[in-house]
Nanobody, 124 residues
Framework: QVQLVESGGGLVQAGGSLRLSCAAS????????RGWFRQAPGKEREFVSA????????SYADSVKGRFTISRNNAKNTVYLQMNSLKPEDTAVYYC?????????????????WGQGTQVTVSS
């Protein structure tokens, strides 16, 4: 019943932009921290960005800082990841997650709800 569904992935050239969305259903996620993680082929899932439950703080992995922006719209029960200046090394499956009253952890184990992921492929 509780679902997080990512969308907005696709194929883009290096230097291009994509906007990922993660729509939640089954309950309101206004009191949950929301995070974005990614997993490239042959690599472990890694932190990308997070926004805390109150939207008072955001955090970013060093590899995406200055290029990606996380935001949320609680009225739409949705979190977004604006991805600019994309690089081939950004190619991965991107997952959104939710953590009840979370502060925006960078650890995968701190999130109790996960989406199925959306593929982002950046060509050179």
């Amino acid at each position: 019943q509780v679902q997080l569904v990512e969308s907005g992935g696709g194929l883009v050239q290096a230097g291009g932009s994509l906007r990922l969305s993660c729509a939640a259903s089954g309950r309101a996620f206004g009191n949950y921290a929301r995070g974005w993680f990614r997993q490239a082929p042959g690599k472990e899932r890694e932190f990308v960005s997070a926004i805390n439950w109150s939207a008072s703080s955001t955090s970013y992995a060093d590899s995406v800082k200055g290029r990606f922006t996380i935001s949320r719209n609680n009225a739409k029960n949705t979190v977004y990841l604006q991805m600019n200046s994309l690089k081939p090394e950004d190619t991965a499956v991107y997952y959104c997650a939710a953590d009840y009253y979370g502060l925006g952890s960078e650890r995968t184990n701190d999130y109790e709800y996960w989406g199925q992921g959306t593929q982002v492929t950046v060509s050179s």
